[in-house]
Every structure is written in structure tokens, then in C-alpha cells.
């Protein structure tokens, strides 16, 4: 391949993805009439870059075009295929599926027959315990499915995005009927093989799940502590296998083999070719070992191609090489472009060409070890500057940390982990040295709990992570480009250095208040804030795994004037104990009568509080609430900002609004709709009077109880009501008591959608309820 070539490659490469992305037809169509002209006018090179063009779409066209039709949904389905990866946590089993076959068991249903993969729940006691699920056998279960779906809010992690950048196109539960059958058994590979044989060594806990994860590529042996120490030191990049791993392998092949040349062959042994290849075949092989999974397969195409350009034999440019083995990557592993990975993979390579470019080779032990710290100080502010626009998280201890971590990892504990290996066959000698490993590892953990403890894990104001990540990554360019002056690197630093103290985190003005409907699936769970005082009100559902959505939403820390539970059902009162256990909160209020794990404050009509020139306002329950369901004991709060008001009325019954009309005054601006838009709720006689401008339902996507419910919505349409649902929308933001109106925005905007009734806002209508549309 011409060097020439590599750039244009990479373009096509990130083509391909932009028109797969687009799923257009009339791209495809288009680029293939290219194709056909370029080949016929004898045009190889452009012919060849079309192509590739065309091969990294289709393969995402049908990633895209497997995932389960929406008529599928929670419909009885029978698969075949065989196990990904199998883990148990309690009672629950975590699985992922390559799917051979799909079949639907009801007639006159839409086919499945282009699913490829899948991820499923299942409980324990689905199957017999000595049929235990394991990696590599093949199944034929009975399973429900929906298409790839998650929760939508700001700043928080996007689950959607994740199934989609993993190849993930359905989700769904493994049923007992029919009963799961194993066709046939695991046949275990080298990988799993080596897994089972090193839970026999005589390990302790943590050194063993980081042994597996630096040598086996087993990440997901970590513990959830694992994950928190490293995502807090900076150092997440050096427990998975990376280009650093699979380097070191090639790099000490190679010495080894170099140094066999130069026994057989002194005079010749620098012209050897053979110790390249052996190189190159050892990073694949421990690739292979690895599993082959994206980040593995990244860094052995990475390292591939370094191998090439460090032999010297026609080999391209640093920069032809960067263009080459992106655009590798991404013809290989087309949804590695949606993976932050990649991208922090060639940015950090990047820099190190622009930093080390024309410069000449360390000489001696001190010249190493200055280049060693020179890289890790010119990489720090850059890989923090791209953790936070991918994650939204600081790691201040990280360019301290990485200065004796990469080392320690790379140069000591990688090879006494692989030694190990190596030296299985003889127990002392590879005892000893995994032995010397968790003492390593274990000395590693201390240190870096003790530095966390002094500079823990920062999760700035989402309004800063743009501004703070090109800060950083200017930081990185200025100590990076040749030529500049010190004085300037110096003025430079300096200025970056003040960047925080000219940021402010957004509050709301005094008098205005901001809400949001938060996207939690089958519960709800608002907040309100204002320019000192922020309050929730409730706090999501607890689904049966043990999950709270309300754990998602913040990092852990934050500050609560007051949390209003509406009633205590686990879809309003759900996600309590992670807010107790994590959060820090003044008062809660709860109706009379409730069982709560904490102490709270009567939530009873009459009760009003005024913050920063908003009033709130509880319209119920009544002090005696004997007699009353669950459902209408449920706290009412009215909150007036300026000429808007909002209104939540949790699961409150009909009978309950037609009681709170004489107290209303009139209609609000904004409703969180009664009971999740279901039909107890939302009394005809109660919508035409508060005559809402925009409801919210709080509702999952797909849910079982069909809400909102058909009725209910065109009862709001003909109110002439804005319909937002946080399934369709995600989290749902409202600004109010400004004096140019409300305004309203979505976490999913609802691109090619257009308002059905008025006024730039969207209606929503359930399907069932659309004439001649069958569901």
C-alpha cells in the first residue's frame, strides 16, 4: 500500500461511517454508481477508497437494520445461539447472547430473522443449578425483548448509546416458560481455560481480578471498588489491555529475538527480518488471548503498525502511519468510532508525534527516564481534557499518579504477570513471580487510596467541561509544539491556570425557577431549583434487580433543601436509599400515615414555604387521611414562579382533583400529569379547568399498564395542551417566571417531528388511540 494512501483510507473510513450513520439509501445508491464508474474507467485508487467507503456502512446498516422491530416488544420470542459472556450477580444472571435464530411463537408477527445479538436478564432460579449459564454453550430460551432503549438526562451515562457502540440490538428477560434448554455444552477456550486455572492459585482477591484483567484482558472481573480507585486516580487505562500492554509484549519479543539474531548471525543481525515478524505474531497472539475485544484489537492494529514504521523497511511517516491504523480500526470495528476510546487512543499518539517529532533519541538511563516523565506531563492535561468531554469527570490526582503508575504497571508488574504465565509449567518459579505481582498490586492500591483520600474524583458543573477541556488541551499543545518560547509556555500556563476562577456554574435568576422531569422509566422523579434552594420531588423507582435510576443522575455528594415523596409505592419512593446513603438532605416531607426508612415532616395541605421570590405551596393531603387509598394520599405541590405555575399531583385519583379545584385559583402553566398519564387520573372536568399549556408524563417506554392512556392524552389535545413523555423525550427541562414565557426543552430532541397542536410543541399520542394504525 503507497503511503500516499493512508490519509485518504482513514477519510473513507470515517465516511463510511457518517453515511451508515445517515442510513440513506440514496447515499448507497449513489456511492455504488460511483463505484461502478470508477471501475470501469480503470480508476483502482478512488475505486478502492469508495469501497471501503461502502463496506464500513453496510456493516453498520446491518447492525442498524437488526435491531428489533418495534411490533416485537414484549412478545413472546424463542432463540438459539450461543453464550458471549455469562455473570451472575445475586440472583440475577447478566447475559449476552449471539443470536443464530429468532423465531416469534405467535403467528402473524414480525420476523427477527436479522438479530445478532442480544442482552439479557435472568433470574436464578430459571434454570437448574447444576445447568449453570457459562460462556461459549449455545441455548434455546424463551425471552421477551424490547429494542435498545435507556434513560435520557443530562450529564448522565446514555445506556442507548452504549448498547448501540457494543453491537447490542435488543434487551429483554429470559422466561421460564418454555424452560431454557442447553443444546450443547461450553467448549472452553484458551482464555476461559486460563481463567478457571488461575481462580485455583493461591491469590488474594483484588491482585487476582487485576492479574486477569492486565493479562487476560478481563475486565469485567473488576469489582465496582476496582472501577471507583481507578476512574478516581486516572488510571483506568492501565487495567485494561491497551496499546501499552500489547506494546510491551511486541517490544520484549522483539528484544528477545533481536538479541537471538545477533548469537546466530553477528554480522547480519540488524538485517534480519524474522524478529519482526516473531514481534508482530506475539502482539496478535496475546490480542487473540485477549479476546479480540475492540480495545484489544485497537491496540494490536495500533501496534501493527508501529511494529512497520519502527522496522524501517519502506515503512510510511509517523503521520501516514496514525492515518493508516485509524483508518484499520475503523474498517475492522466500524462502531469503535462511537467508543471514546479510539478517540483517546489516537489523540494521546497524536500529541506524542508532535512532541517527540524531530527530537533525538534519549540517551542513557536518565535520558529515558526524563523522556518517560516528559511524555507522561505533555499527556496528563490532554487525556484529562478528553475524559471529561467523554465522561464529564476530573481526575486531579491522575498526572501525579501516572508518573510512577505507568512504570510500575508497564515495566515491573505486566511482565511479572506474563512470566507467570509463561513459567506455569514450572509452579516455583511462576509462583514467585505472581506472588511478587500482588505484592505490587496490593502496595498500588494502598498508595492510590491514600492519594484519592487527599485529591478525590471532581465532577465540575456540566457548563464547564467544554471550556476546562480546551483549557487542558491547550496546556498539552503549549509544552508539545517545537519552537515556542519558554516565556510564552510560561505566560501561557499561567493564564490556563486561572481558567476556573472565570467560570461560573448557571443558577436561576431570583423569581425563576428551573424543573425538571427527570427520564427514570416507570416512576417519577422531579426536581426544582431555584437561585439558593433546590428540592426533588420524589425519587424514582427501585426496579428488582436492586437498581435506582437516582443513583445515575449525580455523583455523590450533592446537597438537597427538601425531597417531597409523594407516597411511599417504590416507583415514587424507589431510589430513597441511595439518596440516603449518598446524598446530604435537609428535610424530607412525606403524607401522614407512610412508612419511611427516615424521619420526615408532615406533607399536609396548608403548608407553604417561600424561596427566593418562588412560592410553594402543598394543596394535600388533608391531616386525617384515614379512609384514603395510598394513591390519593399522595403529596400535591403547587409552585408559583412570577405569572407561571406548576403543579404535581403524584398519583392522586380523580376524586382527589376534584377536591383540589376550589384551592387552584384558576389554570397553571405546567402539569406533571396524575399517575403517570393513567386513566384514574386527569378527570375530564379537572383538565378543562387548570387548562394546562404543557404536560409532562413521567412514564417507561413500553411499559406494561399502557400509560399514558389513550383517553388522557386526547384529553389534553383537545385542552390544547403541549404533551411531553419523558419515553419518548427523555428528561424534560422547564424554565419559568421568565417574562418572555416558559421555555421547554428535551434531552431527545424531537428531530422531524413537528408540534401536532400549536405553538412549536410536540403531541404526543399513544399508538393504540391513532385511527386505522394497528398495533
Same mark, same amino acid.
Given at each position: 500500500?503507497?503511503? +500516499?494512501?493512508?490519509?485518504?483510507?482513514? !477519510?473513507?473510513?470515517?465516511?463510511?461511517?457518517?453515511?451508515?450513520?445517515?442510513?440513506?439509501?440514496?447515499?448507497?445508491?449513489?456511492?455504488?454508481?460511483?463505484?461502478?464508474?470508477?471501475?470501469?474507467?480503470?480508476?483502482?485508487?478512488?475505486?478502492?477508497?469508495?469501497? &471501503?467507503?461502502?463496506?464500513?456502512?453496510?456493516?453498520?446498516?446491518?447492525?442498524?437494520?437488526?435491531?428489533?422491530?418495534?411490533?416485537?416488544?414484549? *412478545?413472546?420470542?424463542?432463540?438459539?445461539?450461543? !453464550?458471549?459472556?455469562?455473570?451472575?450477580?445475586?440472583?440475577?444472571?447478566?447475559?449476552?447472547?449471539?443470536?443464530?435464530?429468532?423465531? %416469534?411463537?405467535?403467528?402473524?408477527?414480525?420476523?427477527?430473522?436479522?438479530?445478532?445479538?442480544?442482552?439479557?436478564?435472568?433470574?436464578?432460579?430459571?434454570? %437448574?443449578?447444576?445447568?449453570?449459564?457459562?460462556?461459549?454453550?449455545?441455548?434455546?430460551?424463551?425471552?421477551?425483548?424490547?429494542?435498545?432503549?435507556?434513560?435520557?438526562?443530562?450529564?448522565?451515562?446514555?445506556?442507548?448509546?452504549?448498547?448501540?457502540?457494543?453491537?447490542?440490538?435488543?434487551?429483554?428477560?429470559?422466561?421460564?416458560?418454555?424452560?431454557?434448554?442447553?443444546?450443547?455444552?461450553?467448549?472452553? =477456550?484458551?482464555?476461559?481455560?486460563?481463567?478457571?486455572?488461575?481462580?485455583?492459585?493461591?491469590?488474594p482477591p483484588r491482585p487476582a481480578r487485576w492479574l486477569a484483567a492486565l493479562t487476560l484482558g478481563a475486565s469485567q472481573r473488576l469489582a465496582a471498588a476496582d472501577?471507583?480507585?481507578?476512574?478516581?486516580?486516572?488510571?483506568?487505562?492501565?487495567?485494561?489491555?491497551?496499546?501499552?500492554?500489547?506494546?510491551?509484549?511486541?517490544?520484549?519479543?522483539?528484544?528477545?529475538?533481536?538479541?537471538?539474531?545477533?548469537?546466530?548471525?553477528?554480522?547480519?543481525?540488524?538485517?534480519?527480518?524474522?524478529?519482526?515478524?516473531?514481534?508482530?505474531?506475539?502482539?496478535?497472539?496475546?490480542?487473540?488471548?485477549?479476546?479480540?475485544?475492540?480495545?484489544?484489537?485497537?491496540?494490536?492494529?495500533?501496534?501493527?503498525?508501529?511494529?512497520? &514504521?519502527?522496522?524501517?523497511?519502506?515503512?510510511?511517516?509517523?503521520?501516514?502511519?496514525?492515518?493508516?491504523?485509524?483508518?484499520?480500526?475503523?474498517?475492522?470495528?466500524?462502531?469503535?468510532?462511537?467508543?471514546?476510546?479510539?478517540?483517546?487512543?489516537?489523540?494521546?499518539?497524536?500529541?506524542?508525534?508532535?512532541?517527540? *517529532?524531530?527530537?533525538?533519541?534519549?540517551?542513557?538511563?536518565?535520558?529515558?527516564?526524563?523522556?518517560?516523565?516528559?511524555?507522561?506531563?505533555?499527556?496528563?492535561?490532554?487525556?484529562?481534557?478528553?475524559?471529561?468531554?467523554?465522561?464529564?469527570?476530573?481526575? $486531579?490526582?491522575?498526572?501525579?499518579?501516572?508518573?510512577?503508575?505507568?512504570?510500575?504497571?508497564?515495566?515491573?508488574?505486566?511482565?511479572?504477570?506474563?512470566?507467570?504465565?509463561?513459567?506455569?509449567? /514450572?509452579?516455583?518459579?511462576?509462583?514467585?513471580?505472581?506472588?511478587?505481582?500482588?505484592?505490587?498490586?496490593?502496595?498500588?492500591?494502598? &498508595?492510590?487510596?491514600?492519594?484519592?483520600?487527599?485529591?478525590?474524583?471532581?465532577?465540575?458543573?456540566?457548563?464547564?467541561?467544554?471550556?476546562?477541556?480546551? +483549557?487542558?488541551?491547550?496546556? =498539552?499543545?503549549?509544552?508539545?509544539? %517545537?519552537?515556542?518560547?519558554?516565556?510564552?509556555?510560561?505566560?501561557? =500556563?499561567?493564564?490556563?491556570?486561572?481558567?476556573?476562577?472565570?467560570?461560573?456554574?448557571?443558577?436561576?435568576?431570583?423569581?425563576?425557577?428551573?424543573?425538571?422531569?427527570?427520564?427514570?422509566?416507570?416512576?417519577?422523579?422531579?426536581?426544582?431549583?431555584?437561585?439558593?434552594?433546590r428540592a426533588l420531588v420524589d425519587t424514582g423507582p427501585r426496579f428488582g434487580s436492586g437498581f435506582m435510576p437516582l443513583t445515575s443522575l449525580w455523583p455523590s455528594?450533592?446537597?438537597?433543601?427538601?425531597?417531597?415523596?409523594?407516597?411511599?409505592?417504590?416507583?415514587?419512593?424507589?431510589?430513597?436509599?441511595?439518596?440516603?446513603?449518598?446524598?446530604?438532605?435537609?428535610?424530607?416531607?412525606?403524607? $401522614?400515615?407512610?412508612?419511611?426508612?427516615?424521619?420526615?415532616?408532615?406533607?399536609?395541605?396548608?403548608?407553604?414555604?417561600?424561596?427566593?421570590?418562588?412560592?410553594?405551596?402543598?394543596?394535600?393531603? %388533608?391531616?386525617? /387521611?384515614?379512609?384514603?387509598?395510598?394513591?390519593?394520599?399522595?403529596?400535591?405541590?403547587?409552585?408559583?414562579?412570577?405569572?407561571?405555575?406548576?403543579?404535581?399531583?403524584?398519583?392522586?385519583?380523580?376524586?382527589?382533583?376534584?377536591?383540589?379545584?376550589?384551592?387552584?385559583?384558576?389554570?397553571?402553566?405546567?402539569?406533571?400529569?396524575?399517575?403517570?398519564?393513567?386513566?384514574?387520573?386527569?378527570?375530564?372536568?379537572?383538565?378543562?379547568?387548570?387548562?394546562?399549556? *404543557?404536560?409532562?408524563?413521567?412514564?417507561?417506554?413500553?411499559?406494561?399498564?399502557?400509560?399514558?392512556?389513550?383517553?388522557?392524552?386526547?384529553?389534553?389535545?383537545?385542552?390544547?395542551?403541549?404533551?411531553?413523555?419523558?419515553?419518548?423525550?427523555?428528561?424534560?427541562?422547564?424554565?419559568?417566571?421568565?417574562?418572555?414565557?416558559?421555555? &421547554?426543552?428535551?434531552?431527545?430532541?424531537?428531530?422531524?417531528?413537528?408540534?401536532?397542536?400549536?405553538?412549536?410543541?410536540?403531541?404526543?399520542?399513544?399508538?393504540?388511540?391513532?385511527?386505522?394504525?394497528?398495533?
Open positions: 500500500m503507497r503511503c +500516499g494512501l493512508a490519509m485518504p483510507l482513514a !477519510l473513507a473510513a470515517l465516511g463510511g461511517v457518517f453515511t451508515g450513520h445517515l442510513a440513506a439509501t440514496v447515499l448507497l445508491q449513489a456511492l455504488g454508481l460511483l463505484l461502478l464508474g470508477l471501475a470501469a474507467a480503470r480508476r483502482g485508487r478512488e475505486a478502492l477508497l469508495v469501497l &471501503v467507503m461502502l463496506a464500513v456502512a453496510v456493516q453498520l446498516l446491518e447492525v442498524r437494520g437488526g435491531e428489533l422491530p418495534p411490533g416485537l416488544s414484549r *412478545q413472546d420470542l424463542r432463540l438459539e445461539g450461543r !453464550l458471549l459472556a455469562a455473570t451472575r450477580e445475586g440472583r440475577l444472571w447478566r447475559l449476552d447472547l449471539a443470536v443464530s435464530d429468532c423465531r %416469534p411463537l405467535a403467528a402473524d408477527l414480525p420476523s427477527c430473522s436479522g438479530l445478532s445479538r442480544v442482552r439479557l436478564s435472568a433470574f436464578a432460579g430459571t434454570i %437448574p443449578p447444576a445447568r449453570a449459564f457459562r460462556a461459549g454453550a449455545t441455548w434455546q430460551l424463551g425471552v421477551r425483548l424490547r429494542p435498545p432503549s435507556g434513560f435520557a438526562n443530562p450529564g448522565a451515562f446514555d445506556y442507548r448509546a452504549w448498547l448501540w457502540r457494543e453491537g447490542i440490538q435488543a434487551t429483554g428477560y429470559v422466561r421460564r416458560a418454555p424452560s431454557p434448554r442447553r443444546l450443547l455444552p461450553a467448549s472452553p =477456550s484458551w482464555r476461559q481455560r486460563a481463567l478457571v486455572w488461575l481462580d485455583g492459585r493461591d491469590l472501577w471507583e480507585l481507578l476512574n478516581a486516580s486516572g488510571t483506568t487505562h492501565l487495567m485494561v489491555i491497551s496499546g501499552l500492554h500489547v506494546g510491551l509484549v511486541a517490544g520484549f519479543a522483539l528484544w528477545l529475538s533481536r538479541a537471538l539474531a545477533w548469537c546466530l548471525t553477528p554480522a547480519s543481525w540488524r538485517m534480519a527480518v524474522w524478529p519482526w515478524w516473531i514481534a508482530a505474531a506475539m502482539a496478535v497472539g496475546y490480542a487473540a488471548l485477549a479476546g479480540l475485544e475492540p480495545p484489544a484489537l485497537r491496540a494490536m492494529i495500533m501496534t501493527l503498525v508501529g511494529l512497520w &514504521v519502527a522496522s524501517g523497511r519502506h515503512a510510511p511517516g509517523p503521520w501516514q502511519a496514525w492515518w493508516l491504523a485509524l483508518g484499520l480500526v475503523v474498517v475492522a470495528d466500524p462502531l469503535s468510532a462511537w467508543r471514546p476510546g479510539l478517540w483517546l487512543s489516537f489523540v494521546a499518539v497524536a500529541l506524542l508525534i508532535i512532541a517527540w *517529532q524531530g527530537r533525538a533519541r534519549p540517551r542513557g538511563w536518565r535520558g529515558w527516564v526524563w523522556a518517560l516523565g516528559r511524555t507522561q506531563l505533555l499527556l496528563a492535561p490532554l487525556m484529562a481534557a478528553a475524559v471529561l468531554l467523554a465522561f464529564g469527570r476530573l481526575a $486531579p490526582a491522575g498526572p501525579l499518579v501516572n508518573l510512577f503508575a505507568v512504570p510500575l504497571v508497564g515495566s515491573l508488574m505486566v511482565p511479572l504477570g506474563l512470566a507467570g504465565w509463561l513459567l506455569a509449567w /514450572v509452579p516455583l518459579l511462576g509462583d514467585a513471580c505472581w506472588w511478587l505481582f500482588a505484592k505490587l498490586a496490593s502496595g498500588l492500591a494502598v &498508595v492510590l487510596s491514600r492519594i484519592v483520600e487527599l485529591l478525590p474524583l471532581w465532577h465540575p458543573p456540566a457548563a464547564w467541561g467544554l471550556p476546562l477541556a480546551l +483549557g487542558l488541551g491547550l496546556l =498539552s499543545l503549549l509544552w508539545a509544539l %517545537p519552537g515556542l518560547e519558554r516565556r510564552l509556555r510560561l505566560v501561557g =500556563s499561567g493564564l490556563l491556570a486561572t481558567l476556573p476562577l472565570w467560570l461560573a456554574a448557571p443558577v436561576p435568576a431570583p423569581g425563576t425557577l428551573w424543573v425538571r422531569v427527570h427520564d427514570v422509566g416507570q416512576g417519577q422523579l422531579v426536581s426544582l431549583r431555584t437561585t439558593g434552594y455528594g450533592q446537597h438537597f433543601d427538601d425531597v417531597i415523596i409523594g407516597h411511599a409505592d417504590r416507583d415514587h419512593a424507589g431510589g430513597l436509599p441511595g439518596l440516603v446513603a449518598n446524598h446530604r438532605v435537609d428535610r424530607y416531607l412525606a403524607p $401522614p400515615g407512610g412508612s419511611l426508612p427516615v424521619a420526615t415532616t408532615p406533607c399536609i395541605a396548608g403548608r407553604r414555604w417561600r424561596r427566593d421570590g418562588v412560592e410553594f405551596r402543598v394543596l394535600w393531603p %388533608p391531616e386525617k /387521611v384515614a379512609g384514603l387509598s395510598d394513591n390519593d394520599r399522595s403529596c400535591v405541590l403547587l409552585v408559583t414562579a412570577g405569572a407561571h405555575r406548576l403543579l404535581v399531583t403524584g398519583d392522586a385519583g380523580r376524586r382527589v382533583e376534584r377536591s383540589l379545584l376550589p384551592g387552584l385559583d384558576g389554570p397553571v402553566t405546567v402539569l406533571v400529569a396524575g399517575h403517570h398519564g393513567s386513566r384514574t387520573s386527569s378527570g375530564a372536568g379537572f383538565v378543562r379547568r387548570v387548562s394546562p399549556r *404543557q404536560v409532562i408524563f413521567s412514564a417507561a417506554r413500553d411499559n406494561p399498564f399502557g400509560h399514558p392512556d389513550p383517553e388522557v392524552v386526547r384529553r389534553f389535545r383537545r385542552a390544547g395542551s403541549c404533551l411531553w413523555s419523558t419515553a419518548r423525550d427523555g428528561a424534560v427541562t422547564l424554565r419559568l417566571g421568565h417574562r418572555e414565557g416558559v421555555m &421547554v426543552g428535551a434531552e431527545r430532541p424531537p428531530a422531524g417531528r413537528h408540534g401536532g397542536v400549536g405553538g412549536g410543541c410536540l403531541a404526543v399520542e399513544s399508538p393504540p388511540s391513532i385511527p386505522g394504525i394497528r398495533r
